[in-house]
């Protein structure tokens, strides 16, 4: 399988602990989205790279959150001093360029009890 | 990006072709139209996009009007796979960075 994967698919964790997601894009994309997405809603937009640098932050992106590319390749996405608030669907997309379609991987759903 | 409208459900009879509007009156002249839909419980999956032109591909048709304030999203032949929330999404280039901004979108249940 060529597409976007996504580890773990599933996490729980307690209040207040460090949790870190992470995706493997379409090989030769350039460009990574990190989108949230909560119940009834549509996902929303978090942050992206090009490349291994990291071009564009959401504000709901809080000092808690952390992303890394390293290499251009794989990414990750960790959260620190986790909250009830941060349980959502962590999805991660990639795309070829800007102007390419983007292909979207199954997602995390993160539960913080 | 222009923001857009859509019905937030419709139904489908099985085999009928599915028609999903979305209203995007502040489109400007360099901001495409995405279609994409997500299967519960997986990511979206991208559909089919256009600019001004009506387009089509294996998965769907996209009909813009000429205003280009309008369009709808055809599946030619629903099937129960097809159920699935829609999100219609107008990107522009000239300053966007690419990322997506979904709606609420329409959620399709097509029915036996």
């Known amino acids: 399988d060529t597409g976007v994967s996504q580890n773990p698919r599933h996490k729980i964790t307690k209040r207040g602990q460090n949790v870190t997601f992470r995706c493997d894009p379409i090989s030769e994309h350039n460009r990574l989205y990190w989108y949230r997405q909560t119940l009834g809603q549509g996902p929303e937009f978090l942050t992206y790279?090009?490349?291994?640098?990291?071009?564009?932050k959401s504000r709901l992106l809080s000092d808690r959150f952390s992303a890394e590319r390293p290499k251009g390749s794989f990414s990750t996405l960790e959260i620190q001093r986790t909250e009830q608030g941060d349980s959502a669907m962590y999805l991660c997309?990639?795309?070829?360029?800007?102007?390419?379609?983007?292909?979207f991987g199954p997602g995390t759903r993160l539960t913080v009890l | 990006d222009a923001k857009t409208t859509q019905p937030p459900s419709m139904d489908c009879a099985e085999g009928r072709a599915a028609n999903l509007p979305c209203n995007h009156s502040t489109i400007s002249g360099n901001e495409y139209v995405y279609w994409y839909r997500q299967i519960h419980s997986q990511g979206p999956q991208y559909i089919i996009h256009?600019?001004?032109n009506n387009e089509t591909n294996e998965m769907a048709s996209l009909i813009i009007t000429e205003d280009r304030k309008s369009s709808t999203l055809i599946l030619p032949h629903a099937t129960l796979r097809d159920t699935a929330v829609y999100y219609c999404?107008?990107?522009?280039?000239?300053?966007?960075?690419?990322?997506?901004?979904f709606g609420k979108g329409t959620k399709l249940s097509v029915k036996p």
């Open positions: 999404i107008v990107l522009g280039y000239g300053g966007s960075q690419g990322n997506l901004i």
């Open positions: 256009g600019l001004k």
């Open positions: 997309a990639s795309s070829l360029s800007r102007d390419n379609e983007q292909f």
């Open positions: 790279f090009q490349n291994e640098a990291q071009l564009e």
